[in-house]
C-alpha cells in the first residue's frame, strides 16, 4: 500500500499532494482503508459525513469454485449450507458466472479450484485468473481467503491453479485465513477439515468495515487536447475471429483520475506513420532534423510531421497552395470554378504524398511546406465503457482503417497507430469529449432501444455496464450487425451475459453476409416493427450509433416507416413524430 | 425390477424425462441468431439423433480473449449397421463434407462416417442431406444401442452376409419410435410426445451407451470383448447354425476413479439364428431396468453384470427370454486387424481393402485420398464395406472391373506405403474437436509411429503385427486397453501407457507407465521391443511375450485392471 503520489497526473496542487503524501506515510494500512472510505463518502455526499464510520455485519463469505468435473461445485455447495448453518450471510458462485472486477468489493473469500492439465485453470476460471496475474489486478488489502485446491497428484503440475490463486491473492496484499489446502483425487477427508478450519476462522475474525471503492474525484475537463492524459495501454485486442476480412480492436487504457459518463467519447492524439514520414522527406528532399515553427514553437520537421500535422488528408487549400508554389497548371485548372467535379475525381483516394510526388517541387523550404499543413486533428471514438463497472478504465473499439487506392496502400491515421504501433505498456495521450446530447435516460426505469451496427455498438457496451451497475430497471433492446457472425459478432460473449441475465432484455441481429441476400440492422428493425413500436409508446429512448453516410438515414427511414406503418400516420406526422422524439431527447445519434 | 426413484436420478437422466421424448428444445436453438451452439440441456438430448455439439478446442482460448463465443461446431455420425454403403451414397456423403462439413470424411471405429466442423447454419441441411441418400443419423449416440458392427464385407462368406443382416436387424429393431427426428430434421408434422411409446427403451432409454458387434471367426475385428453385447457366428460346414453370445464388454474409464474400468465380455451361452433378435432385445431391458441412473460413470452394462454376478444376468435374461441360452460352442480368434490389399471372394468377386491413416478421408499431396474414392464411387458397382479399424474395402468388384479399378488406386495415389505398425494402429479423433480430450491423438499419432518404426526396423521387427492403439482420453474410443500397446491421454503431451494386451483382444493391456511424454515413450518401448526380438518363441505376439516375460501381469478382468 505504497504507491508513490507522482505528480504527474493528479487532480491536485503540489501543496495538496505534498499535504497527502505525509499524511498517507503516517497512516497504517487499518487507517488507510478508514481514510478512503471516509473521503470517497465524503465526495457522494457533499461532506455532511460523521467520521465515525457504522460497524458493518460480520461473516459475509463469499464462496467462488471454479471447477470442470463438478467436484469443486458440490464441495463448494456443501461449504455454503455448512456456514449457512452457522447464521452466515453466503453467496455462492461459479467462476463462470463471476465478473474479476467483483474481487475488489469482497471481504471474505473462500475459492475452490482445480486444475487441469499442464497446471491449467478450469475453463471458466480463467478469465479471473488472467485478471489476477495481469496488470489490471486490483490491490486487495481488505480481503480475507482460503483456497482450497483440487488437483491430482499423478500429474506434474499438482494443484497448481489453487496455488497461482494463493500466491496472486497475497501479492496484492490480501490476508491469508490460513494455510491453503491441497487435495488430491481422494478429498473428502481434507475438504471437510478445510471447511471446519474455514468456519472456525470467518466466525471468530473480526470484521474488516466495507468501504466504497474510491471513486475518482474532480473530472477530466482540465485534460484536453492541447493537455492530454497520458493513457497506459492495458490491452489491445481483435475482436474479429480468424478469417475474418475485418479488423477490429478493443482497447483498454488506465484513466485513473480522469471522469467520463457513457455516451462521452474518447479524444485520441495519434501519430503519424514513421514510414510515411520517411517517404515524403524523401520525395521533398528535405532534412528530417530541419527546424520548423509549429504553433510558435521550433521543433525538427520529421517530428512535426509525425506528431503534430496532419499529412495524409488533402484539402483544397493545400491543393491551391501546392499548385501555387509549384506553378502546376494542371492543379490550378483543376480548381478553377466550373471543375468541381473534375476536382471531386481527383481528390478521390489521393493524400498530400500523391501530389507532392506527382507534382514535383525541387528546392522547397521545410518551412514552406509546414506552412501548408494544418495541424493533426484528434481522433474520437465512443467510449465502450462505464467507470461504474470498469474503474480507472477506458475501453473504446477501433476499426483498422485500409485500403487501396492509386497504387498505394493508405492506412487511417489513428486507427492503424492503436492496431500497429501501441502495445499494452505503452501510453497514449487521450481527453474526454463530453457527449450530453448521447445519454442514458435518466429514469432507470425507462425502457431503451439501442442501434448499433459495426463498431457503433461500443457505446451501448458501456450503456449495459453502466445499467447493470444501477441496478436500472428499465428493459434494453440492442440491435447489432457486421458481416459474418462467426467472426464478426463484436462483443459477443458480453451481450450473451447479459441477456442470460435478463440486463438485456432482447437482441436482434443482422450479419450482411452470412447469406445471399444482404440484411442489415434496418431490415430487423422493420421485422420487428410492431413491438418496436409498442416500445416506442410505452416511452423507450431510442440511441443510434456508427456510420453516417448510409446507415443512420436507413434506419431513420425505417423508424419512419414503422411509426407511420404502427401509428397510421402520413409520412411526414411519422417525421414529426420523430423529430419530436428527438426534441424530447428520446432520439439521440451519435454518428460519424 | 428397480423403478427409479425421481430424486436420484442424474442430471441426463432427468434432461431425458423432460425432453419429451427426445426433442428438448433442440428446434428452437437451431435457429437462435445469436449463438452458434444449442442450449446447454439440449447438447444431452442432441446425442440421441447421431450429434454432438463441439468447438474447435484450437480456437477456445483465442476467442474467448476476444470476447467471442467458442467456435462451436456440430459432429454427425451416420448410422450404418454392419457398415455398408452403396457408391451412389458414398458420392451423397463426399458432397456433403464438402457442401457442409470441413471437407473430410472420417471413417470411425465403429464402422461408420463422421462429419466435423458444420456450423449451425449447415446443420439441418446436412441431416436433410443424409436423409435424401437413404441414410439416417437416428441413435448413432446417445443412451441407446449405437451403430451395430459386423465383420466388414458382406461378399466374403454366406457367414458375413448373415453377420451384416443381423446387424441391420438388431438396429432397426433396437431404433427409437419417437418422431422427434422427423419433425427437428425432415420438417415432419408434429406429434403429440404424450402419445407416444417407446416399446424396447421406455421414456428415459437406456442409463448409458450400448454396444453391439457381431463376429464371423477367425477375425474379431469388432471386438467381441469390448462390447455390451455381441455375437460370434458358429458354422457347421459353412453355414450358419447360431451365435455364441456375449455380454458386459466396456471400455470407458475415467482417471483416478478406480471405480471405473475397462471390462471384457463375458460368453453366456449359444442361442440359434431365429432367437437373435429376442437376445438383443432382452439383454437391452434388463440393462434398462437395473442399469444404473444415479452415476453415468457406473451406468455401463459392464458394471450391472459385476455387481449383481454372471449368474444372476444370464438367469435374469432366461427368465425374460421364457427359454435357456445353450452352452457356447467353441470358437477361436486370429486377429482384430484388416488384411490389406486385394482378395478374391468365394463368388469370384474381388474386394480390395484400403488402408487409411486413422480414417481420415482427405486430400493431402499427391494421396488424393478424398478425390480417389469419389473417382471410384462413380464408377463401382458393389459396395463400400467400411472396416471396424477405420478403414474401407472396395467390395464386390467383378474380375473383369478389377483392373479399372486398381487404375484409380494407382492415379490418386491412395495405396501407400506404409509399415505393418502403422497398418495396424489406429488414433481417435481427439484434438481440436472433440470436447472429451485431454491430448492430441489422431494429429500426433502419426508422427510418433514414425519415430517408433525407427526402433522396429532396428529390432528386425519390421514384419511382425503388433497393434498400437491411441485415444485421447480414457473413454476409449480406439479401444486402447486391448492394444498390444495402448496409449491413454492425460494432458496435453502426455500419456498412460497400457501393454500386454491379447493380439486379438482377448486379454486387457496393463499400466506399464503413468503420464509420460513422446520421449519417455520411446525410451520405455525400445529396450521391450529389443527383448521381444531376441527372445520371443516361434508366432508368440508382443503382449503374450511381455506377459511370459513378467514385464506385466495378466489381466483377466477388469476388477483388476487397477490392481
Redesign the interface.
Known amino acids: 500500500m505504497n504507491a508513490p503520489i507522482t505528480a504527474a497526473h493528479l487532480p491536485l496542487t503540489d501543496a495538496q499532494a505534498e499535504r497527502l503524501r505525509t499524511l498517507v506515510g503516517e497512516l497504517s494500512p487499518a487507517q488507510l482503508l478508514w481514510v478512503s472510505g471516509y473521503l470517497a463518502a465524503h465526495a457522494q455526499h457533499g461532506g455532511d459525513v460523521p467520521a465515525t464510520p457504522a460497524a458493518t455485519a460480520a461473516g459475509a463469505l463469499t464462496v467462488l469454485y471454479g471447477s470442470q468435473s463438478g467436484n469443486g461445485a458440490k464441495l463448494a455447495r456443501r461449504l455454503a449450507e455448512l456456514a449457512q448453518a452457522r447464521g452466515l450471510a453466503v453467496t455462492l458462485t461459479s467462476t463462470a458466472d463471476y465478473k474479476p472486477v467483483r474481487l475488489r468489493d469482497e471481504r471474505t473469500l473462500a475459492l475452490i479450484v482445480s486444475t487441469h492439465g499442464e497446471g491449467e485453470p478450469p475453463d471458466s476460471a480463467r478469465e479471473l485468473h488472467e485478471y489476477l496475474h495481469g496488470r489490471k489486478a486490483p490491490r486487495l488489502e481488505s480481503l480475507r481467503y482460503a483456497v482450497l485446491a483440487l488437483g491430482d497428484s499423478s500429474y506434474q503440475f499438482y494443484c497448481q491453479t489453487g496455488k497461482d490463486f494463493d500466491a496472486a491473492f497475497e501479492k496484492q496484499g490480501a490476508q491469508r485465513l490460513f494455510e491453503r489446502v491441497d487435495c488430491d483425487i481422494d478429498y473428502d477427508d481434507a475438504a471437510a477439515a478445510w471447511m471446519e478450519q474455514l468456519l472456525g476462522r470467518v466466525g471468530s475474525a473480526p470484521a474488516v468495515r466495507a468501504t466504497p471503492a474510491l471513486t475518482p474525484v474532480g473530472g477530466g475537463m482540465q485534460y484536453d487536447k492541447r493537455n492530454p492524459y497520458q493513457a497506459e495501454v492495458l490491452e489491445n485486442i481483435v475482436l474479429n475471429g480468424r478469417g475474418s476480412d475485418k479488423e477490429t480492436r478493443h482497447i483498454e487504457l488506465a484513466v485513473p483520475g480522469l471522469s467520463y459518463t457513457p455516451g462521452d467519447a474518447l479524444g485520441v492524439l495519434a501519430q503519424n506513420d514513421p514510414r510515411l514520414v520517411d517517404e515524403l522527406l524523401s520525395v521533398l528532399d528535405l532534412s528530417a532534423e530541419a527546424p520548423v515553427s509549429v504553433g510558435g514553437v521550433t521543433l525538427p520537421l520529421a517530428q512535426a510531421l509525425t506528431g503534430h500535422l496532419e499529412i495524409t488528408a488533402l484539402t483544397r487549400p493545400f491543393l491551391a497552395g501546392w499548385a501555387a508554389l509549384a506553378g502546376a497548371d494542371r492543379l490550378t485548372a483543376l480548381l478553377a470554378d466550373g471543375n468541381e467535379a473534375a476536382l471531386r475525381a481527383f481528390l478521390d483516394g489521393r493524400q498530400i504524398i500523391d501530389v507532392v510526388q506527382e507534382f514535383a517541387l525541387p528546392g522547397l523550404e521545410a518551412d514552406a511546406f509546414v506552412g501548408l499543413l494544418r495541424r493533426l486533428p484528434p481522433r474520437l471514438y465512443s467510449l465502450a465503457s462505464s467507470l461504474a463497472a470498469s474503474p480507472d478504465e477506458a475501453h473504446v473499439t477501433v476499426a483498422a482503417v485500409r485500403y487501396h487506392s492509386h497504387g498505394r496502400a493508405r492506412a487511417g491515421v489513428a486507427s492503424t497507430w492503436l492496431a500497429d504501433r501501441v502495445q499494452p505498456g505503452d501510453t497514449v495521450p487521450v481527453f474526454i469529449e463530453a457527449n450530453e446530447n448521447f445519454r442514458l435516460p435518466a429514469d432507470p426505469q425507462v425502457p431503451a432501444i439501442m442501434i448499433g451496427p459495426g463498431t457503433g455498438v461500443a457505446p451501448f457496451r458501456a450503456f449495459l455496464q453502466e445499467r447493470e451497475v444501477q441496478g436500472a430497471t428499465g428493459q434494453n433492446w440492442l440491435f447489432f450487425g457486421d458481416r459474418h457472425f462467426h467472426t464478426d459478432f463484436l462483443y459477443q460473449t458480453d451481450w450473451q451475459g447479459w441477456l442470460k441475465d435478463g440486463l438485456l432484455t432482447r437482441m436482434d441481429v443482422a450479419f450482411s453476409r452470412d447469406q445471399a441476400r444482404k440484411v442489415y440492422v434496418q431490415d430487423r428493425l422493420r421485422e420487428r416493427g410492431g413491438e418496436l413500436y409498442a416500445w416506442l409508446q410505452s416511452g423507450a429512448h431510442v440511441y443510434v450509433c456508427g456510420d453516417a453516410t448510409a446507415m443512420a438515414a436507413d434506419v431513420h427511414a425505417a423508424l419512419r416507416d414503422i411509426v407511420a406503418a404502427e401509428g397510421g400516420l402520413g409520412a411526414e406526422a411519422a417525421e414529426e413524430y420523430l423529430r419530436e422524439l428527438a426534441r424530447t431527447r428520446r432520439y439521440q445519434r451519435d454518428i460519424y | 425390477m428397480n423403478a427409479p426413484d425421481p430424486k436420484t436420478l442424474n442430471d441426463v437422466e432427468q434432461i431425458k424425462a423432460r425432453s419429451r421424448h427426445l426433442r428438448g428444445t433442440i428446434a428452437d436453438g437451431l435457429v437462435d441468431?445469436?449463438?452458434?451452439a444449442i442450449a446447454p440441456d439440449d447438447n444431452a438430448v442432441l446425442k440421441f439423433h447421431g450429434s454432438y455439439q463441439q468447438d474447435d478446442r484450437d480456437?477456445?482460448?483465442?476467442?474467448?480473449?476476444?470476447?467471442?463465443?467458442p467456435?462451436y461446431q456440430f459432429m454427425i455420425r451416420v448410422r450404418l449397421p454392419g457398415g455398408e454403403c452403396t457408391p451412389a451414397q458414398w458420392l451423397a456423403l463426399d458432397d456433403i463434407a464438402g457442401a457442409h462439413a470441413n471437407g473430410t470424411l472420417r471413417l470411425t471405429t465403429r464402422q461408420t462416417f463422421q462429419f466435423h466442423g458444420i456450423?449451425k447454419?449447415h446443420f439441418k441441411p446436412a441431416m436433410q442431406a443424409i436423409h435424401a441418400a437413404g441414410l439416417d443419423t437416428i441413435a448413432a449416440c446417445g443412451d441407446v444401442n449405437r451403430n451395430v458392427l459386423a465383420s466388414a464385407n458382406p461378399y466374403r462368406s454366406p457367414l458375413h452376409a448373415a453377420a451384416g443382416a443381423l446387424a441391420r436387424a438388431v438396429s432397426e429393431h433396437l431404433l427409437p419410435r419417437t418422431n422427434a427426428y422427423a419433425e427437428i430434421w425432415l420438417d415432419a408434422p408434429a406429434v403429440d410426445p404424450g402419445t407416444e411409446v417407446e416399446p424396447v427403451y421406455g421414456p428415459l432409454y437406456l442409463p448409458r451407451k450400448f454396444k453391439i458387434g457381431i463376429a464371423v471367426p477367425p477375425d474379431n475385428d469388432v471386438d467381441v470383448y469390448a462390447q455390451d453385447l455381441s455375437f460370434i457366428a458358429v458354422e457347421d460346414g459353412g453355414q450358419l447354425v447360431g451365435w455364441n453370445v456375449l455380454v458386459g464388454g466396456g471400455m470407458g474409464m475415467t482417471?483416478?476413479?478406480k471405480a471405473t474400468y475397462p471390462r471384457l465380455a463375458d460368453v453366456l451361452g449359444f442361442c440359434t439364428p431365429e432367437q437373435a433378435l429376442a437376445v438383443a432385445e432382452q439383454v437391452v431391458c434388463v440393462q434398462r431396468d437395473f442399469g444404473d441412473r444415479t452415476n453415468r460413470r457406473h451406468a455401463r452394462l459392464k458394471y450391472t453384470i459385476d455387481d449383481r454376478g454372471v449368474d444372476w444376468f444370464k438367469a435374469e435374461l432366461e427368465n425374460r427370454l421364457g427359454f435357456a441360452l445353450a452352452p457356447a460352442r467353441p470358437f477361436a480368434f486370429e486377429r482384430n486387424t484388416d488384411a490389406f490389399g486385394w482378395h478374391e471372394g468365394p463368388d469370384g468377386r474381388w474386394h480390395y481393402t484400403l488402408f487409411v491413416e486413422n480414417g481420415r478421408v482427405a486430400d493431402r499431396g499427391a494421396r488424393r485420398l478424398r478425390t480417389g474414392l469419389r473417382e471410384i464411387a462413380r464408377v463401382h458397382r458393389g459396395l463400400f464395406a467400411l472396416t471396424n479399424n477405420q478403414n474401407v474395402t472396395i467390395a464386390g468388384v467383378e474380375a473383369a472391373r478389377r483392373a479399372a479399378i486398381a487404375t484409380l488406386i494407382d492415379e490418386y495415389g491412395l495405396e501407400r506405403e506404409a509399415s505393418r505398425l502403422r497398418q495396424n494402429a489406429m488414433a481417435c479423433v481427439a484434438m481440436p474437436s472433440c470436447a472429451l480430450a485431454?491430448a492430441e491423438s489422431e494429429r500426433y499419432l502419426p508422427d510418433l509411429i514414425t519415430r517408433l518404426d525407427g526402433v522396429i526396423d532396428a529390432c528386425g521387427l519390421a514384419d511382425t503385427p503388433i497393434t498400437l492403439r491411441m485415444t485421447g482420453c480414457p473413454n476409449g474410443c480406439a479401444r486402447p486397453y486391448i492394444a498390444e500397446i495402448g496409449l491413454v491421454g492425460?494432458?496435453?503431451?502426455?500419456y498412460n501407457l497400457y501393454l500386454g494386451a491379447g493380439f486379438h483382444g482377448q486379454r486387457l493391456g496393463k499400466l506399464y507407465r503413468?503420464?509420460i511424454g513422446e520421449d519417455a515413450i520411446v525410451e520405455a518401448l525400445t529396450p521391450l521391443l529389443e527383448r521381444y526380438a531376441s527372445e520371443r518363441q516361434a508366432d508368440e505376439h508382443f503382449g503374450d511375450f511381455l506377459v511370459r516375460a513378467g514385464v506385466v501381469p495378466a489381466v483377466a478382468a477388469g476388477r483388476q485392471f487397477h490392481d
Not at chain 2, 441468431?33 to 452458434?36: A, I, Q, S, V, Y
Not at chain 2, 492425460?490 to 502426455?494: E, I, R, V
Open positions: 441468431p445469436l449463438t452458434g480456437l477456445r482460448e483465442e476467442r474467448r480473449r476476444q470476447k467471442l463465443e467456435a456450423r447454419p482417471h483416478g476413479e485431454m492425460k494432458a496435453p503431451g502426455k503413468e503420464n
